[in-house]
Structures are given as structure tokens and as C-alpha cells.
């Protein structure tokens, strides 16, 4: 693998989420108004931002539902788990790679980073609601490039979502896999286990 640098997405490449009642989903049905908002636009806000600059970005009733429904987070949280080989592929890949993080993600799922102690395996990680960029934009992807100061040609992203992960690694010239764990494995680029990067 001529790749120096590997990138990987958070949410269903690394970790996934046992319990996931989609919190911000249920303020967003429970709001009377919608926030004044369009579905599309309303996650956008949700994953560009922090959630004490949330609170002040959306009307009243988003604080009063979130901590309204906080229980239904909370228990999403505690049911986050790391798929059965992510340390040991972490592991593998840290001694001969810079590792990075990518996630677009709602600011409390950050937590899950500190719980499961991920950051000690990473050279850098870019969340969407610190830097207000998400994936598939060129400038999320581009603080990588500028960290690492490697080559377009020498990174390779790996995550779940083919409009995020996927396009965005295209648009940026980067090598790229797809982890299919679910479903039939249809093209040359997916894998259905992180292991597979160290066989490549």
C-alpha cells in the first residue's frame, strides 16, 4: 500500500451506536415549529456547531427539548461499542502510518472519542461541529492534507458512507475504501472488515 497517511470516519467504520433513537431527530418531530427550519438545514446546523452555540443559533424550544428528551442521548451514548478488530487494526496501522479522524457528527457524540480512549491512536482529529466544515466539502478534507503534508496520492480514506466519505476522498484524489459490513461486497474499492486494510 503506498498510502502514508489513513483517514477514518468515526460512526460505523470504527464505532457504532447499539441504542440509536436519533436524538436529534426526535427534538426535531417533538418541535411544534420545526425550528423554523427545513429538515436538510436543521442537521446541517446541528453538525456544524457546538451545542452551547446551538442553544443560542435555535429557538428556545431546541434547549427546552434537548433536555427534555436528554435521556434518550444518554443511553445512546452508553450503548456506543467499538467493532470487535478497531483496536487491534489501530494498533497494526500506527506503527507505519499517520492515523486521522474525520467525523461529520452532532457534538455529543465526541464523547465516545475520550470514553473509548481513540484519540491515543491518532496524529489528528477533525470533528464537523468544531470546525464548521462537513464531509463531502474540500476544506474539512484539506486540514488533513495540511497536517500530515502529504500528497493527494499518498492518503487513503476509509469510511461507511459512500456522498461522504467516499465522494469526498474523490474530489480529493485520495485513495479510498468503503466498509460494507452489511451488505454484498459489489465493488473493487469496498471491504466488509477493517482488517482488510492491512492485508491490502
Known amino acids: 500500500m503506498k498510502s502514508k497517511v489513513i483517514v477514518f470516519d468515526l460512526y460505523n467504520t470504527l464505532i457504532e451506536i447499539k441504542k440509536n433513537h436519533k436524538f436529534f431527530m426526535v427534538l426535531y418531530k417533538n418541535s411544534k415549529t420545526k425550528f423554523n427550519l427545513e429538515l436538510l438545514d436543521y442537521l446541517d446546523i446541528i453538525m456544524r456547531n457546538e451545542i452551547e452555540d446551538l442553544f443560542h443559533i435555535l429557538p428556545n424550544d431546541f434547549k427546552q427539548l434537548y433536555f427534555e428528551y436528554n435521556y434518550l ?61 462537513l464531509k463531502p466539502e474540500k476544506n474539512i478534507f484539506e486540514i488533513v492534507e495540511f497536517k500530515s503534508e502529504k500528497k493527494e496520492n499518498e492518503i487513503l480514506m476509509v469510511g461507511d458512507s459512500f456522498k461522504s466519505d467516499i465522494q469526498g476522498a474523490k474530489n480529493m484524489n485520495w485513495n479510498y475504501l468503503k466498509i460494507n459490513r452489511k451488505g454484498k461486497i459489489k465493488e473493487t474499492f469496498e471491504i466488509i472488515n477493517l482488517r482488510e486494510i492491512i492485508k491490502n
Open 73 to 133: 442521548l444518554e443511553e445512546e451514548l452508553n450503548s456506543i461499542e467499538l467493532y470487535e478488530e478497531t483496536i487491534e487494526v489501530l494498533e497494526s496501522l500506527k506503527e507505519n502510518y499517520q492515523l486521522y479522524l474525520i467525523s461529520n457528527l452532532a457534538s455529543p457524540y465526541k464523547k465516545a472519542v475520550q470514553k473509548l480512549n481513540l484519540a491515543v491512536y491518532f496524529d489528528g482529529i477533525v470533528f464537523s461541529c468544531e470546525e464548521g466544515k
